[in-house]
């Protein structure tokens, strides 16, 4: 049994240091923050937590920088927004993770404050899961806290290492909410379910796509991954990007569920993705010197046509087309839009995934106008697909 920060009586975090990994890996442009979804959905658990008397020390990642010192993606713009948005006594930054400044700033950090530490990923061991690494961090409070839900399919030592050396480890209010909106979806849709899947690979989502596409009632495909379906077919698919390992599971599928399987009929196509001023659409097969970019308008119509029916549960991930060029973002643009209409009529209407989530943005559609958007891309798919994310499991075993 996972136990919940909420499951513990209110005082027993005053006086307490809490570690609390949260998931800060937002997009930061020259010292700005573009966007701060996962920020704002982290309010909840660090609040409750200094609002009764404890002192928080928050630890994120931010993008890669491998072991090293890169000030580009300091965490410092972080802990400016989180002095803004928080209405607790104190936030404060320390420019390390570790060490003996570290440890001074944690002492005298006092019950209702939050110190947030510096981007765990300067310190290569934090990816290594060094136990030297994760004990120093567990030093630093009597409490562990997994609020970082997008990470937990990671064995790092900030979302799995560290947890061990701690009696009290605990889910936050994000990993909870996460864990039971995905429960949900994995175990028990409300029907109609729709599942709408596109991005890049299948690779990356086989086994939520396995899942997904055996439970739904209609599964409208499209992006890259809709052209390795077209050409296990037969359908010629130009040059376009295909994935030679999964021709036979896509053959398998739509011979299997033929009936609710929906594939692209037209196509946006450049010769490349540079060459999008030669960007034009063609019906059915793409021609030779070729690629596909996105849905044409036809596939468009038909796909959201179907998702605001505005029935049932309907999952997106992955977007359509190239949506980061606007000349093949009209596919995904109409998805996302069809998907926020749905839910004013009253389906169910999730969004999983990171490039998903921005699609949604780049749409001028409002997290609020969806049912929920999942702060996880990766963790988010392991877990539809019936996986045990470690910074999860870790929370229940007891030594
Ligand atoms: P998510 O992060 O939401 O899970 P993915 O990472 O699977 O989504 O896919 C997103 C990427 O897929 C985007 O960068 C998008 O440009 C790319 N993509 C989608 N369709 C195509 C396509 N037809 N050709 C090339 N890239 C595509
Ligand atoms: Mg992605």
């Not at 937002?26 to 982290?42: A, H, N, Q």
């Not at 400044?101 to 404050?113: A, C, D, P, R």
Request: charged share 30%.
């Amino acid at each position: 049994m996972k136990i919940a920060i909420s499951d513990m009586p209110d005082d027993f975090y005053k006086g307490k240091k809490v570690f609390v990994r949260v998931d800060f890996n937002v997009p930061i442009e020259k010292g700005r923050l573009r966007e701060d979804y996962r920020i704002r959905r982290s309010i909840r658990t660090i609040e409750y937590l200094a609002n009764r008397g404890a002192a928080v020390i928050l630890a994120s990642h931010l993008g890669r920088p491998k072991g090293k010192v890169v000030p580009d993606l300091s965490l410092k713009p972080v802990a400016e927004r989180l002095s803004k948005v928080l209405r607790v006594k104190g936030v404060k930054f320390v420019n390390d993770c570790v060490g003996k400044k570290v440890k001074e700033k944690v002492e005298q950090l006092t019950g209702g404050e939050v110190l947030l530490l510096e981007n765990l990923r300067f310190h290569e061991e934090e990816e290594t899961n060094d136990s030297d690494f994760s004990k120093e961090l567990a030093s630093l409070a009597d409490i562990y806290v997994n609020d970082a839900f997008s990470t937990s399919h990671r064995k790092h030592a900030s979302t799995y290492g560290i947890a061990s050396f701690f009696d009290h480890r605990m889910a936050g209010f994000l990993v909870q909410n996460e864990i039971e909106v995905l429960s949900k979806l994995r175990d028990n849709p409300d029907r109609p379910f729709t599942v709408v899947v596109g991005g890049a690979k299948i690779k990356d989502k086989i086994g939520a796509l396995k899942n997904l596409i055996s439970k739904a009632d209609r599964v409208l495909i499209g992006g890259a991954v809709a052209y390795t379906f077209l050409s296990s077919k037969g359908i010629s698919v130009g040059e376009s990007l295909i994935e030679e390992d999964f021709l036979n599971w896509a053959q398998e599928v739509l011979t299997q569920s033929e009936e609710k399987v929906f594939l692209p009929e037209d196509h946006v196509v450049a010769p490349s993705m540079e060459k999008k001023a030669k960007a034009k659409v063609v019906q059915g097969e793409i021609p030779r010197g070729f690629m596909g970019f996105d849905i044409g308008q036809k596939t468009a119509l038909r796909y959201t046509h179907e998702i605001m029916k505005g029935q049932g549960t309907v999952f997106w991930n992955g977007p359509m087309g190239a949506f980061e060029i606007d000349e093949f973002s009209h596919g995904t643009i109409d998805v996302a839009r069809a998907l926020s209409l749905a839910y004013w009529r009253g389906a169910r209407t999730v969004v999983g995934g990171g490039d998903t989530a921005a699609a949604l943005r780049k749409a001028e559609v409002l997290e609020t106008e969806v049912d929920y958007v999942s702060t996880g891309g990766g963790a988010s798919l392991e877990f539809l697909g019936g996986n045990e994310l470690p910074g999860i499991s870790i929370l229940d075993d007891r030594k």
